[in-house]
């Protein structure tokens, strides 16, 4: 399982170093792939997998499926670590999720994401503000 929140420098040729911690579960490779608001998701190629079957299973005359799935497979990339633990962000894959100097690199239970620090400092204030309401809608299921 991966949390926590750790700051990493994007270097200029577009690698980020993965947190030690999460390291062994991409030890076998990983996929990097467009995420949800403004974030890239890192998924090691077990999850990868069954991401993969679930939108293979999404109704194809849907045109939100569709789309989602393309969101999800044209831009997805594996990647592997190097042995400093790091690996390259496709360019396009920056420019998707707007990445400068700083990555906040986010432990979301199977994925990892990486957002640009000014958006997820920005997204991180807005859900902190209204973290109870959250809370309100979540307790219908039972959280």
């Known amino acids: 399982m991966f949390i926590g929140t750790y700051v990493h420098s994007i270097d200029d040729k577009g690698r980020i170093a993965v947190p030690m911690k999460f390291r062994d579960d991409l030890a076998h490779g990983a996929v990097v792939t467009r995420g949800l608001d403004a974030s890239l998701f890192l998924l090691p190629l077990e999850e990868w997998g069954k991401?993969?079957?679930?939108?293979?299973?999404l109704p194809l005359g849907q045109a939100s499926s569709r789309a989602f799935s393309r969101l999800m497979l044209a831009g997805a990339m594996e990647v592997k670590l190097d042995g400093q633990g790091r690996?390259?962000?496709?360019?396009?894959?920056?420019?998707?999720?707007?990445?400068?100097?700083?990555?906040?690199?986010?432990?979301?239970?199977?994925?990892?994401?990486l957002w640009d620090e000014e958006e997820w400092n920005a997204y991180a204030t807005k859900t902190e503000d209204d973290a109870e309401a959250i809370a309100e809608q979540l307790g219908s299921l039972g959280i």
Do not use: D, Q, S, T
Request: charge should be positive; aromatic fraction near 8%.
């Open 87 to 113: 690996f390259i962000v496709p360019e396009y894959l920056r420019a998707y999720a707007a990445l400068k100097k700083n990555v906040i690199v986010v432990g979301v239970n199977n994925r990892i994401e």
């Open 51 to 57: 991401l993969a079957e679930k939108l293979a299973g």
